[in-house]
């Protein structure tokens, strides 16, 4: 069996609602990295947090069309992966709490969700 033949690459994607700014993207991305659970996968070499463009959109009218994905890499995936997908649901909450006392307005609302990355 060749490397990556049969073996799936899962991750979880965060997607910002339409009032999201570039700014709020920027600012998630990074206190995803801060987290604590997160920023020791990082480190230790079994997660890459990325920005991308949205590859169900041709553009977003209201919005950046960007979305944060967060993918284990190796053989973290099945161990840790409901692991990650709770640290980030609580971390995507946590950001739009800490949003709302430092910023005008309403935070933008998060999606997270599994993806499987093999699938785009």
Do not use: Y
Request: aromatic fraction near 2%; hydrophobic fraction near 40%; charged fraction near 35%.
């Amino acid at each position: 069996m060749a490397e990556g033949d049969g073996v799936v690459t899962r991750g979880v994607r965060v997607r910002l609602d339409g009032t999201a700014s570039e700014s709020d993207i920027g600012a998630l991305h990074k206190w995803l990295e801060r987290e604590k659970p997160l920023d020791e996968l990082v480190r230790a070499g079994r997660l890459r947090i990325d920005e991308r463009r949205r590859a169900d959109e041709t553009g977003a009218p209201m919005g950046i069309g960007m979305e944060i994905v967060l993918v284990l890499v190796g053989s973290a995936a099945g161990v840790t992966f409901q692991e990650m997908l709770n640290q980030v649901k609580g971390a995507v909450e946590a950001w739009r709490a800490n949003r709302s006392e430092v910023e005008d307005g309403e935070p933008p609302e998060g999606r997270v969700e599994p993806v499987n990355l093999d699938d785009r």
